[in-house]
C-alpha cells in the first residue's frame, strides 16, 4: 500500500461547480496536511495548511482533514477556469521530520 | 524577494554530458531539496540539505550530486547524463524553526531532456 494515494484525474467541471479532491493515506504518524496548487509549466505553491483534524477556510478553498478515517479532501467552490491547474496534497508526521510525502496530483480542468 | 529561484529553465543534454542546476533562495531558509517530477508521479525527492555542509539522500538519489556550501545555494550535479533522468528538477526550501515549518517553498524548475 503507498503511503499517499490521490485519484490523478483528469478531473472536468462546468464554471461555478463544486469540486471536491481527496486524498487517502497510511501513515498515522501524519499530522500536518497541505494542498498545493501547480499551474502548467509552474512550481507549486502552498495553497491551504491544516494540522491535525478538523476544517479550514479560505474564501472559495476548504480543507478537510478526517484522521480516523485518514483521508483528507479540499473543497473549491464556485470553481473558476483560474482553478485550472494540478492540486497535490502532501503531509508530514512534524517534529524532527522535515520531509514531506507527496500524492501524485489530480488534474483539474474548469470549463467556461 | 525573489523566493527561490533556478536556472536554467530549460536544457537538453547528450547522453554521458554533465550539468549543474543551479538553485537559490533569499528567504535565509535553512532546510532545501530537490525533487524530480514526472508526468503521472508526482514529486519523489532526489536529495535535500538541513544546512550548509550537511546533506543527505532522498528516494532517488543515483545519478545526481550535490553541494551545500553556503545558506542560499543548493546546486544539483548531473555527472553522466542518461535518458532517465529526463525530467522536471524542482528546488525548494522550508524554515525549520517558525511557523508552519512543514511549508515548503518550490522555485520554477527546470526542464531537462536527456538525448
Known amino acids: 500500500q503507498k503511503e499517499v494515494e490521490q485519484d490523478p484525474g483528469p478531473l472536468s467541471v462546468p464554471e461555478g461547480a463544486i469540486v471536491s479532491l481527496n486524498c487517502t493515506y497510511s501513515?498515522?504518524?501524519?499530522?500536518?496536511f497541505m494542498w498545493y496548487r501547480q499551474y502548467s509549466r509552474k512550481g507549486p505553491e502552498l495553497l491551504m495548511y491544516t494540522y491535525s483534524s478538523g476544517n479550514k477556510e479560505d474564501g472559495r478553498f476548504t480543507a478537510q482533514v478526517d484522521k480516523s478515517s485518514k483521508y483528507i479532501s479540499l473543497f473549491i467552490r464556485d470553481s473558476q477556469p483560474s482553478d485550472s491547474a494540478t492540486y497535490l496534497c502532501?503531509?508530514?508526521?512534524?517534529?524532527?521530520?522535515?520531509?514531506?510525502?507527496f500524492g501524485k496530483g489530480t488534474l483539474l480542468t474548469v470549463n467556461p | 524577494n525573489a523566493g527561490v529561484t533556478q536556472t536554467p529553465k530549460f536544457r537538453i543534454l547528450k547522453i554521458g554530458q554533465s550539468m549543474t542546476l543551479q538553485c537559490t533562495q533569499d528567504m535565509n531558509h535553512n532546510y532545501m531539496y530537490w525533487y524530480r517530477q514526472d508526468p503521472g508521479m508526482g514529486l519523489k525527492l532526489i536529495y535535500y540539505s538541513v544546512g550548509a555542509g550537511i546533506t543527505d539522500k532522498g528516494e532517488v538519489p543515483n545519478g545526481y550530486n550535490v553541494s551545500r556550501s553556503t545558506t542560499e545555494d543548493f546546486p544539483l550535479r548531473l555527472e553522466l547524463a542518461a535518458p532517465s533522468q529526463t525530467s522536471v528538477y524542482f528546488c525548494?526550501?522550508?524554515?525549520?524553526?517558525?511557523?508552519?515549518?512543514?511549508?515548503?517553498?518550490f522555485g520554477p524548475g527546470t526542464r531537462l531532456l536527456v538525448l
Open positions: 525548494a526550501s522550508s524554515y525549520f524553526g517558525g511557523a508552519r515549518k512543514e511549508t515548503q517553498y
Open positions: 501513515n498515522s504518524a501524519f499530522q500536518y
Open positions: 502532501a503531509m508530514s508526521s512534524g517534529g524532527s521530520n522535515y520531509k514531506l510525502t
